[in-house]
């Protein structure tokens, strides 16, 4: 099925499959995703706003642990649904979402950004991951490299040629993971505490 009006699944044919996002088995080596057929990835649905909200407080809990003077819980959802609506709508955003046996166990949220720099910049335009989440019972089974696929794929499609993310110094699993997916690092941002 075509990913604009379908969803990716993985091949069944196979115990481990080589996945190309749109349905069928590749012989590419980088898109091996899955031990066994038990997840697909789709676009999200206002439908799945519930269980989104679910899978984005992974996220949001390991960053309230980590850096609790930056992030505290919510009242209510972390993201409201007005917001989560126009996410979902685009046309210069999208949310997929890992699902296995109708329950959403992971998310990916891109956005296009598109800035105009100083005269020393660059104006440019590219696909940044905001926000990716999956939960902690499949971590580790392809899921997160299925959903950075389907933002690849997304970002393919309407012409881009980069990824950007931004990803907490603390979260070691996660930039192990975004290097092993491919991504560098392009800047740090450092601080320091004031001091007496």
């Known amino acids: 099925m075509s990913p604009l009006?379908?969803?990716?699944?993985?091949?069944?044919?196979?115990?481990?499959?080589?996945?190309?996002?749109?349905?069928?088995?590749?012989?590419?080596?980088?898109?091996?995703?899955?031990?066994?057929g038990s997840f697909?990835?789709?676009r999200a649905t206002i439908a799945d706003y519930e269980q989104l909200c679910n899978v984005w407080e992974v996220g949001d809990a390991l960053h309230r642990q980590a850096l609790p003077n930056i992030f505290q819980a919510s009242i209510g959802p972390s993201q409201e649904r007005t917001?989560?609506?126009?996410?979902?709508?685009?046309?210069?955003?999208?949310?997929?979402?890992?699902e296995s046996s109708g329950e959403v166990i992971g998310l990916i949220t891109i956005l296009v950004r598109i800035v105009s720099g100083p005269a020393i910049k660059v104006s440019r335009q590219y696909v940044e991951?905001?926000?990716?989440?999956?939960?902690?019972?499949?971590?580790?089974?392809?899921v997160g490299r299925a959903l950075?696929?389907?933002?690849?794929?997304?970002?393919?499609?309407?012409?881009?040629?980069?990824?950007?993310?931004?990803?907490?110094?603390?979260?070691?699993?996660?930039?192990?993971?975004?290097?092993?997916?491919g991504f560098s690092t392009v800047f740090r941002r450092m601080r320091r505490r004031i001091s007496d």
């Open 40 to 42: 697909s990835v789709r």
């Open 129 to 142: 991951i905001d926000n990716m989440a999956v939960k902690v019972s499949v971590q580790r089974q392809g």
């Open 83 to 98: 917001k989560v609506e126009a996410l979902i709508a685009g046309p210069q955003s999208a949310i997929f979402v890992a």
């Open 5 to 36: 009006n379908g969803c990716y699944e993985p091949c069944p044919a196979a115990r481990l499959c080589r996945f190309n996002l749109i349905g069928t088995c590749s012989s590419r080596t980088d898109f091996e995703l899955m031990r066994d």
């Open 148 to 181: 950075i696929y389907a933002a690849n794929d997304w970002a393919r499609q309407r012409g881009f040629t980069e990824l950007e993310l931004n990803v907490y110094e603390f979260n070691r699993r996660a930039k192990e993971f975004y290097r092993a997916m």
